[in-house]
Each structure stands twice: as C-alpha cells, then as structure tokens.
C-alpha cells in the first residue's frame, strides 16, 4: 500500500473569492518554481515573468503585482540566512510497515549539522490555524522521511506562508510524529 501525500494533500491552494489574475493551483505553481530556482544574483520580475511563459501566462504589470508579495515575502525569507547545504523540491519514497510514503519537500536547509525542513505555501490566510492543523500531519511525515533517509534528527519543520511572509514552526516532536505516524 502507497501513500502518496504529495497527492494525499492535494495542493496548497484555496480558492478565492477576489478576483485574481490566475487560478490558484497557477498561482502555487509559478510561485514554487520561483521558489526553486530563485537565487540571489537573480531579476525577480525576468525570472516570474519567464517561468509565467512556461505556465501559458503572459504576465502584464497587473498579473506582477498580484504575484510580487509572495515573491518580495520568498526573498525577505532567505535575506541574512545562510546555509551550509539547500535541497529544494526535493521527493523522497520510503517504506512503513505496511506501505510506503512518498511526497516532495519544498526545501530542507543545512547548517551546522542542524536540518530544518521549509514547507511554502501561497494560501489565502483566511483561517491560519485551520491550515497549520491541516498542515500539521504533512511536515510530521516530512521530518520521519528525512530521518529515515539521512540518519538524523529533524531540528526543525516550518510553514513559510508567503501571502504575509510569515513562519510557523511545527512541533515535530516525537509525540507528535507517533500520534500520525504508525512506523
């Protein structure tokens, strides 16, 4: 048996009811890649607006300006950090006693021996503790796949919503991760 939570959580989108430029698993996706690729030596609106053209979006300045606070909140995240090693989109499969768990991890940072994981999401924040309860079970499987894989303790599992740029660490504790993981 697989469970699969990259679609068991299907995407990180709720719809709206503003009127918007794009749909919201469009907006999720041109905002993740950005994400992923984004470095900074990088033209914030040459690269948006080239990976907009890979999603069939032309992007006028209306369209920028609905994306730029996701991209400007991204960017202020990673400002002063520094990391010994970055994975971003990173998948991974494992096994548990009965079935296996696959899923794609938005970026795990590296430094000083110490791992946190970085879960991005580009909801509206309508009900922020509704989607940290929603959410909650998805980065405790993130942390038990990256112990499993790497040998290592978790220090660290965090939601980064860019609409506010705002990070909400998980508890990732042992506790938590055996009341949704039966390993």
Known sequence: KKLDI????????????????????????????????????????????????????????????????????YVNYLQFKEYDEVYKEKPFYIATDNSYISGIIDRINIVDNEIEIIDIKTNRLVEKDNLINYYKPQLLFYAYAVEKVLGKKVNKASILFLESGEEVDIDISKESMNKVIKA
């Not at 709720?14 to 905002?31: C, P, T």
């Not at 992923?36 to 948006?48: A, G, P, R, V």
């Open 6 to 73: 990259s679609n068991e959580i299907e995407f990180d989108e709720i719809e709206s009811q503003d009127k918007s430029y794009f749909s919201a698993i469009d907006k999720g996706n041109i905002i993740h890649k950005f994400c992923e690729i984004y470095e900074s030596n990088m033209d914030k609106k040459e690269l948006i607006t080239k990976i907009s053209k890979e999603y069939s979006v032309e992007l006028s300045n209306g369209s920028y300006n609905e994306l730029e606070p996701y991209i400007n909140n």
